[in-house]
């Protein structure tokens, strides 16, 4: 979908909502037609991926004030940007960090998205002349790179001859167990071994005063409160289900 909003306090056009995106970016060009300075990024920290595979360093990151809807019915939040200096032919791309935060539906078949507010849902729709002319304007290169992420670690399958060969997943730091209850052995839990004196006292203690959340067995499962959540099989009771006859081999 090719949308366009406010975003602190522009109205910004040709912005790409891509779900399979894991970061939301600005591009420099329109943070810059924003009348931002640049004087006010963050450092971004990880270097991004996902442009045809290319490591692209964002020259930092911001957040900035988003809003949906109009004066009759909106809704505002805060994402945080990764501004990317590079050509592209959408002015901003809000990744799955936007859709998150405004618990966005989106209806790709109405070309549509919708969010709740406190004045009821707001629809976004799907601008289609947005769209044609970012992907008229797009270049070979810019074209199936919108899916963006820091790095993953690459995993090492092992080779089915080589059994021996298992990849186990493996703790960063040294860790260490601790009796969650004063002499009771049988009842540990595993803290970082690599904690200064003060903070392994102040966790311990932590983790003590709030022992009641550990589970150990299957009687200490208490469930979730249904005021929380509730899962309910949606069957009309007047249609007793019928049971499947067993096939038979011919």
């Given at each position: 979908?090719?949308?366009?909003?406010?975003?602190?306090?522009?109205?910004?056009?040709?912005?790409?909502?891509?779900?399979?995106?894991?970061?939301?970016?600005?591009?420099?060009?329109?943070?810059?037609?924003?009348?931002?300075?640049?004087?006010?990024?963050?450092?971004?920290?990880?270097?991004?991926y996902g442009f045809r595979g290319k490591q692209v360093k964002a020259i930092g990151k911001i957040t900035l004030p988003v809003t949906f809807g109009?004066?009759?019915?909106?809704?505002?939040?805060?994402?945080?940007?990764?501004?990317?200096?590079?050509l592209y032919n959408y002015n901003a791309i809000f990744s799955r960090g936007v859709t998150n935060i405004f618990?966005?539906?989106?209806?790709?078949?109405?070309?549509?998205?919708?969010?709740?507010?406190?004045?009821?849902?707001i629809a976004v729709y799907n601008n289609q002349d947005l769209a044609r002319i970012a992907e008229e304007i797009a270049t070979p290169g810019q074209k199936n790179v919108h899916n963006l992420g820091k790095e993953k670690p690459k995993v090492?399958?092992?080779?089915?001859?080589?059994?021996?060969?298992?990849?186990?997943?493996?703790?960063?730091?040294?860790?260490?167990?601790?009796?969650?209850f004063e002499g009771n052995t049988s009842k540990q839990v595993i803290i970082s071994a690599?904690?200064?004196?003060?903070?392994?006292?102040?966790?311990?203690?932590?983790?003590?005063?709030?022992?009641?959340?550990?589970?150990w067995s299957v009687e200490d499962l208490r469930g979730v409160d249904r005021s929380i959540i509730e899962h309910i099989l949606d069957v009309d009771k007047n249609h007793p289900p019928d049971q499947a006859k067993a096939s038979q081999n011919v």
């Open positions: 979908m090719v949308i366009k909003t406010n975003m602190a306090g522009w109205a910004v056009i040709r912005i790409l909502v891509n779900t399979g995106s894991s970061t939301d970016i600005l591009f420099a060009s329109t943070f810059d037609n924003m009348k931002l300075d640049r004087n006010l990024l963050q450092p971004a920290g990880h270097p991004l109009d004066q009759s019915n909106s809704r505002i939040d805060h994402i945080t940007f990764n501004v990317v200096d590079m618990s966005v539906v989106l209806h790709p078949s109405y070309l549509c998205m919708k969010l709740p507010s406190a004045r009821g849902v090492k399958i092992p080779s089915p001859n080589k059994p021996e060969q298992q990849v186990r997943v493996k703790p960063a730091d040294e860790t260490k167990k601790v009796p969650l690599m904690l200064d004196g003060k903070t392994e006292a102040e966790l311990i203690h932590f983790l003590r005063d709030n022992n009641n959340i550990f589970a």
